[in-house]
């Protein structure tokens, strides 16, 4: 079976882009793949961050992903500080990669001219991300685009090392999901829906309540015309509507567009099928949600199975090194 590791940041809740951009394909895959999913705390701390706020959306995460069904039995979901090879394994991927290549990365560019405080760990986060990648011998890293440039860089680190060592890591590739809806912001449908705190009425929460999704759907920017067809250059609004449907109902949205005749009905349709689509998760999590020790052994299982397949890689790596062992 296919390895395959992806790595998700705490930070925030999740939305129904994440949803329905990301993580309903993990779940599809948990079944055809041997997966991985590691909760990325240490990534989280390359900015500020309140000692509260960690712990707590790292278990809140831990609890949606397993409710939007994600089964601790049937793959691995663990956290990456529960582990003491991810931050080891960085140094060595450090000192395999260059200076000039992490200089390079752009979503350095991006973060660095967000913060005052820019540090060091901002700079080498690409050396932790292929460390969480190579430990686990993973052949695929399921991705949004904007992580492709990471992925590349950690097959140039994969292959410098085994050329420097001999062969130790497996070469990943990345698997951008194309076919996965792009949910764009209610209000402004020409950006992608992101973190609620930028746009939190163009944004679906996946723990919203059925009022509120109701309500934010309902006040969805459309047009001016009042056709429902999807085109998603000139009718950005009602194609988003259309692909949130389709995606949540299992239907094509151009097939959809022909059954409606205006935009209110085509808005009370979306919004019953997300609350629908909703309403098991936000059950599932409530459940979590009251009892965070359970969460908490199933999280020490996940780090269990990972630690097992993650020491022997470390391993193996600090053995080609030559360090000598103790
Ligand atoms: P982020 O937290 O933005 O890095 O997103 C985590 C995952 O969700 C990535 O795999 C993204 O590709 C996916 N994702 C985020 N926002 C959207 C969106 N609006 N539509 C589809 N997928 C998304
Ligand atoms: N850098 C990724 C992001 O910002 C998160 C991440 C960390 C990751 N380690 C990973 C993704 C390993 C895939 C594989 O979204």
């Not at 790292?58 to 090879?85: N, R």
């Not at 000039?100 to 700079?123: N, P, W």
């Not at 059950?283 to 990972?306: H, Q, V």
Request: net charge negative.
């Amino acid at each position: 079976m296919k390895r395959v590791l992806s790595g998700i940041q705490p930070s925030g809740e999740l939305h129904l882009g994440n949803y329905l951009g990301a993580i309903n394909h993990w779940v599809q895959m948990q079944h055809t793949t041997d997966a991985f999913f590691c909760i990325v705390d240490l990534h989280a701390i390359t900015v500020p961050k309140s000692p509260g706020e960690l712990g707590r959306d790292s278990l809140k995460l831990s609890q949606m992903l397993m409710a939007a069904g994600l089964d601790p039995e049937v793959c691995t979901i663990f956290v990456q500080s529960h582990l003491h090879e991810h931050a080891e394994c960085a140094w060595l991927m450090e000192c395999t990669v260059s200076f000039g290549e992490l200089s390079r990365m752009t979503q350095f560019k991006d973060k660095s001219e967000q913060h005052d405080f820019i540090s060091a760990g901002l700079f080498t986060y690409p050396a932790l991300q292929a460390a969480d990648i190579l430990l686990y011998d993973a052949d695929e890293v399921p991705v949004g685009d904007d992580q492709r440039q990471h992925i590349e860089l950690t097959r140039d680190i994969a292959e410098r090392f085994n050329s420097r060592y001999g062969d130790t890591f497996v070469l990943p590739v990345a698997v951008i999901n194309n076919t996965g809806a792009r949910v764009m912001d209610l209000q402004h449908p020409h950006k992608k829906m992101s973190k609620s705190l930028e746009s939190p009425r163009g944004t679906v929460g996946l723990l919203d309540t059925p009022a509120i999704i109701t309500k934010k759907i309902k006040a969805a920017v459309t047009d001016s015309e009042t056709e429902v067809r999807y085109d998603v250059e000139t009718k950005p609004g009602v194609s988003n509507l259309l692909s949130i449907l389709g995606a949540a109902t299992q239907n094509d949205p151009a097939e959809l567009a022909v059954r409606y005749e205006d935009y209110g009905t085509l808005k009370v349709d979306t919004a019953e099928a997300v609350i629908e689509m909703l309403r098991p998760l936000q059950a599932r999590f409530a459940e979590l949600e009251a009892d965070p020790a359970e969460t908490m052994r199933l999280l020490r299982i996940g780090a269990d199975k990972a630690r097992g397949v993650a020491s022997a890689t470390l391993a193996r790596a600090k053995q080609n090194i030559g360090l000598l062992s103790p």
